[in-house]
Each structure stands twice: as structure tokens, then as C-alpha cells.
């Protein structure tokens, strides 16, 4: 489990995070979206599991784009890790994408610029805490963090397909993608870096270059437009500007686990990892069941249903 995080951002509350996304990007001229249902019109999956999800007719060129730009902070639910929920610092059911996105619009510089300006600007996190991840093959990615952000070219790393190539599902939009990761221990120094050391860095920003289409054979074709489809953790941003050691102690899910620890006539700072991992877990479902029913799901034997009984 990461540390507490050094002050090196503004204190901000999930609230205010998630405005100061939402306006960074409306004022450079991207319409706001609000967020979709959690109960998506796409028949391959049981639920929105992406900020990108609502755009995938779009980016496929089968719906007008609603603007040249948006921005959204979109209700998103995952069960993929569900059984790590609870016991590490940031997985979740439930959780807010926010993003920002480009039909056809701007790409990779313009993309990357943004999203560095503000993630240091108005977030302020300080560069010596940052590093960026690229696709293995993405020389052109690479180049813009190195020579026009003026990213230290050590805390840029090469990652393969598993890790920076990012698609929704086996078959629809994909594409390369660039990942901002706050270090909590820069004092370690920039040789030998792991990213997959999830005790000293966080990934909160993933830029997704989307340009291909993948069918169900695998192979990639072009897309009509070259798009942005970006997605940032509001519950990861929020734990690394409230300087508390996991994402279910920011101001989105303490206050849950606290009315539950009050009920079971407990403390949650006292307890042992075992306790404290059973709040976490009712914080998080209880999130997720929340917003499952208020978008009309209800429990039953089978798809989305089952997932709230489960969750239930």
C-alpha cells in the first residue's frame, strides 16, 4: 500500500476536482456531457465500464459526433478485480472517469500539452513527483513528452501491448496510449524504474490515442478520424491531493465507512487490516449499488442484475 502522499498538490475536495476537470476543458472549447446511464445501449457489455464507452458509436463513425470536443465525468462500474476491492489501495466497482475527448479534432500533442498543463497547473503536482508511460512503438508520444513538455527522459518508460495499448473489449476502437503515474518516492531516484510497483506509483491519467478499429479477427484497420479518448480516476486523483495513503479514505468513500463503523459500534482507525477491509468493502458496494438502482437495475439470477445481487 502506498504511502501518504507528499503535499506537492493543491488540498482540493472529489467535488472540486472533478469541476476543475470539467471547466479546464470546457474553457479550451469542449462541450460538457453529462454522465451516461450505467446501463449502456452497447450489447457487448452488461455495463459502462469506460468513460469512452457512450462516444464508441462515434469513434466508429456510426453516430454524428455531439461536438468537435466533450468532457464528461462519467459513473463507471467494474467487477474484473472485485475480489481485490477492499484489500488494495485503489481497486473499486464503482468509480468516476472523468475525460476529455477528441472527434477528429486534436491529437497527441495538444492532448499531451493538456494534459501536463493540468496536471501541474491546476492541480498542482510537481513535476518531480510525475512520470509518463508509452506505447513500445510510439516514437512520436515519446518525442512530445521529451522535447516539447520537457519531460526528464528517464522518467519516460516503454511499455508493451498489455500495458499501453489500450482498447474497451477484444473487438471496436483502439489505440495506443500515453499514462501519467504520480511517484510517492521520488527520493529513490530515477534509475531503474518500475511502474508496476503499485507501493511507490499511481496511474491517474490515461491518454488513449484512438485510431484503429480491431475486429474479431484481431486485425487493425484505420479508423475515418484520428481521436482522444482520455480517462482519469477522480478516486486516484483525489488520494493523491488529500495526502491519504488509499483512494477509500478521500472525502468519496470515508464518509461511508465511517456511518458503517458507527453502526457497527466500532472505530475504523482501531481496527486490524481484516476489519478495515470489510468497511472498505461496504463503502465501495455501497456506491455501486447506489447508482445501479437509481439507473434502474434490479436484482435478479442473471447479466446486470446478478452483478447487483452480488454486490448486494
Known sequence: MAAAAPRTGRSMSGAEIRAAFLDF??????KPMASASLV????????????MLPFKPVFLGQQPRPAARA????????????ENVGRTARHHTFFEMLGN?????????????????????????????????VF???????AIWRDV?????????????ADNFWASGPTGPCGPCSEIYYDFKPELGDDGIDLEDDGRFIEFYNLVFMQYNRDAEGTLTPLANRNI?????????????????????????????????????????????RGKTSLKVIGDHSRAVTQLICDGVTASNLGRGYILRRLL
Request: aromatic share 8%.
Open 40 to 51: 449502456p445501449d452497447d450489447p457487448t457489455v452488461l455495463l459502462t465500464i469506460a468513460g
Open 71 to 82: 468532457t464528461s465525468a462519467q459513473k463507471c462500474i467494474r467487477t474484473n478485480d472485485i
Open 229 to 273: 479518448d482520455t480517462g482519469m480516476g477522480l478516486e486516484r486523483m483525489a488520494q493523491i491531493l488529500q495526502g491519504v495513503p488509499n483512494n477509500y479514505e478521500t472525502d468519496l468513500i470515508y464518509p461511508l465507512i465511517e456511518t458503517a463503523a458507527g453502526l457497527a459500534g466500532v472505530d475504523y482507525r482501531a481496527l486490524d487490516d
Open 149 to 161: 513538455v520537457g519531460v526528464n527522459p528517464k522518467r519516460i518508460i516503454r511499455m508493451d501491448e
Open 101 to 133: 475527448f477528441s472527434f477528429g479534432d486534436y491529437f497527441k500533442e495538444q492532448a499531451i500539452q493538456w494534459a501536463w498543463e493540468l496536471s501541474t497547473g491546476v492541480f498542482g503536482l510537481s513535476p518531480q513527483n510525475l512520470v509518463v508511460s
Open 136 to 142: 513500445r512503438e510510439d516514437d512520436e508520444a515519446e
Open 25 to 30: 476543458y470546457e474553457q479550451r472549447g469542449h
